[in-house]
């Protein structure tokens, strides 16, 4: 005989559904007590503040590895060189300085931003989440500007200390090996200017490079004149 089953005894042998997980952003959102957001005043949340310090940690962290990215890359390059030409290494230290700028200017935005986030009054926040955006996007815009322009100061003043430090040699022996010999000792001198011309090409790819930080310090000024307030 045939058996028939019913809807609920079919649904006994149905394979029951996996519970999913909840990712950490999902558990962020809905957290109670860790994000709380207001509907009727969505502007002016209880997070929004943690925006503004990310802005000034991004800012201090990016333009740091960058000043550091530079300073360690163009010194390394700078002793190397100063093994063969010790006449050259005060000369050389441009690059160092110029990646040193780039923590400078995160730290001026950091200061900036600093001074912008103020403080809750009578328990309710006055620091608005579109502030907070704006400074965060203040601290990106310096941060990783400062990291790139590092980058390009730190390889191009490693490569071109080293150049210069070889020109130089090699002018040397030419000096000493050809004294007498007017030909070698013209080659020679062309070979010292070409020293001095390839250390005038690393200032200016020096210069151009720390513009890329400096564009991003104006943008960064930029943004934070933007400003609501909720009061």
Known sequence: SRHHFSDKDLSKFAPKPKLRAKTSLEFFLNHPVI?????????????????????????????????????????????????????????????IIMAGVNGIYGLIISVVISSQISEPQGGVNQYSLYTGFAHMAAGLCTGLSGLASGICIGEAG??????AGRL????????KQNSRDWRKMRRAKETANGKDKMFVSMVLIQVFSGNLALYGLITSVILTTTNYSCE
């Not at 490693?158 to 150049?163: E, F, I, K, M, N």
């Not at 130089?168 to 000096?175: H, I, R």
């Open 35 to 95: 994000f709380k957001m207001d509907l009727e005043n969505d502007l002016c949340p209880t997070i929004a503040p943690f925006f503004g310090y990310m802005g000034i940690a991004l800012a201090m962290v990016f333009s740091n590895v960058g000043a550091a990215w530079g300073t360690a890359k163009a010194g390394h390059g700078i002793l190397l060189m100063g093994v063969q030409s010790p006449d050259l290494v005060w000369r050389s230290l441009i690059p």
């Open 158 to 163: 490693a490569a071109g200390v080293r150049s």
């Open 168 to 175: 130089n040699t090699e002018a040397q022996k030419g000096y």
